[in-house]
């Protein structure tokens, strides 16, 4: 795909949200979100001849982004907690819920082994199909399925032993 | 004679001794990505040192009483292109020692493709050291910690520098053949 | 609400923070580095080394820097693993 400059911006800015919360839902923090997204970006331009539609497009940067953010946490910087100042405004409105409840879903989230969390993160923030997990991760399909299997059923336990009865 | 010999070096054999039974190198040459961490106790000073500082500027507690008692952290991490690379045998070489030289399983599970444990060595009051097995179809790592190790000491870590939450559950151990 | 809807809205998009794709922008249309010869870098570190830029402070706090990230790494995979055992215990446990 050939782009010139203004087109690659263009690119950059409707795709800057996806690629960016993948990392911000991975990572938590927003430098080190910022860090990856952008690194995904720079090699989008190192490979733009090798994309060959938007939708390839689309695919090659939740793949790119999603495998940066596992290789981050496997050479692991530093990380600082996560705090108010590096908190990310949502770009889409927050569906009605209770907040205590969503915070703890949260936490258990930041909790799950990292190929759990980057397929729950895949499925539910992109609302991809398992078989477009699995190739956005490089994993079987079949790996999806019990990963996502066995992290929604830990998630769904410990909330519902917290809200008592709130999620059904 | 022999058998009691053998049983004395089953007993005595640490998890480091452990560590040895893989040739990593050649595992780590077939591997996408490999992680190889060796801390022993003046390296765990200089790491805890360092994580202190920067807990102290953000008001948390002093790290040095967390990570102090930790005589040493161990881990051989791989990842691999494909299936196949290595044999879950390869894992449950290192679970035997484990069980013979009479460490306990917190967890263990073993699959056809797959197989995790935690195991630790107590002195009968305190964990002493911690091994955890991790052997998924193209990953294989093994960690081993040596010290003292409190459980809510190490639980306090969790958030903090990216680790995620540690849940490190006595008890009773699970212990089940998975079939899948 | 439903456990997925509420998956959902914890997984909401958010927005890149403002000038992000400036900052890309930036970054792809900069000159590429120039490349330095192969004898630069030992050279460089010599010369630093004789000048003592390097102070023994300075290498220890690399070192002690060094140590706690791989301390941070080790524990990160140690909890990983523990998570991961525990899940599939359970899972295998109540079946």
Redesign the interface.
């Known amino acids: 795909m050939r782009l010139d400059s203004v087109q690659f911006d263009a690119a950059v800015r409707t795709h800057q949200d996806m690629v960016f919360s993948i990392a911000w839902h991975f990572l938590r923090d927003r430098h080190s979100a910022e860090d990856v997204a952008q690194e995904v970006f720079f090699e989008l331009h190192r490979h733009l001849d090798a994309i060959e539609s938007d939708a390839h497009m689309t695919n090659w940067l939740r793949r790119v982004a999603s495998r940066r953010c596992i ?1 981050r ?2 050479r ?6 996560v705090g108010l100042e590096s908190a990310s405004e949502p770009s889409v409105p927050a569906q009605p819920g209770d907040p205590f409840l969503r915070d703890h879903l949260q936490r258990l989230l ?4 990292a190929r759990s969390r980057m397929a729950v993160i895949l499925r539910f923030q992109e609302d991809m199909e398992l078989t477009e997990v699995a190739s956005a991760m490089g ?1 079987p399909v079949g ?1 999806v399925k019990s990963t996502l299997h066995r992290a929604l059923r830990f998630l769904r336990e410990k909330l519902e032993r917290t809200a008592n009865g709130v999620v059904r | 004679m022999r058998f009691f010999l053998i049983l004395t070096l089953a007993a005595a054999a640490s998890a480091q001794d452990v560590l040895k039974l893989l040739d990593w190198e050649k595992l780590a040459a077939r591997a996408k ?1 490999s ?1 190889n ?1 060796n ?1 022993d106790g003046n ?2 000073s ?6 202190g500082g ?1 807990e102290k500027q ?1 008001g948390h507690p002093d790290m040095k009483s967390l ?1 102090g008692k930790l005589k040493g ?3 051989r ?1 791989l ?1 691999f292109e494909k299936e196949g690379e290595y044999s879950l045998s390869d894992i449950d070489s290192i679970r035997g020692k484990l069980t013979a030289a009479k460490w306990s399983p917190i ?3 073993r ?1 056809k493709r ?1 197989s ?3 195991f630790v060595r107590t002195d009968g009051k305190t964990i002493q050291e ?1 091994v ?1 097995l ?1 052997a998924e ?2 990953e294989l ?1 093994v ?1 081993n ?1 040596v010290g003292d190790i409190n459980p809510s000491e ?1 639980q306090a ?13 006595g008890g009773s151990p ?1 212990q ?1 053949k ?1 079939d899948e | 609400m439903k456990f997925e809807d509420e998956l959902r809205g914890v997984l909401a998009r958010k927005r890149a923070p403002t000038g992000f794709a400036e900052r890309v922008m930036s970054r792809v249309e900069a000159p590429p580095a120039r490349r330095r010869p192969g004898w630069f870098a030992p050279l460089a570190v010599a010369a630093s080394l004789a000048v003592g830029a390097v102070s023994v402070g300075e290498f ?2 690399i ?3 060094r ?2 990230r ?17 899940t ?3 899972e ?2 109540e079946r």
């Open positions: 290789d946490t496997r692991l910087r530093l990380r600082p907690r930041d909790g799950l082994p994993i790996s | 990505e992680a961490v801390l390296m765990l200089m790491a805890a040192a360092f994580l920067i953000a990570v952290v161990y881990v991490s990842e967890v263990d599970v699959g797959e995790s444990g935690v911690l955890v991790s179809p193209r790592t960690v910690i190490l870590l969790g958030g903090k520098f990216g680790i995620p939450d540690i849940h490190l559950q699970k089940k998975d | 220890r706090r070192r002690a820097e140590a706690g791989e301390l941070a790494m080790a524990l990160s995979i140690a909890a990983d693993k523990i998570r991961l055992a525990e599939k215990a359970k295998v446990w």
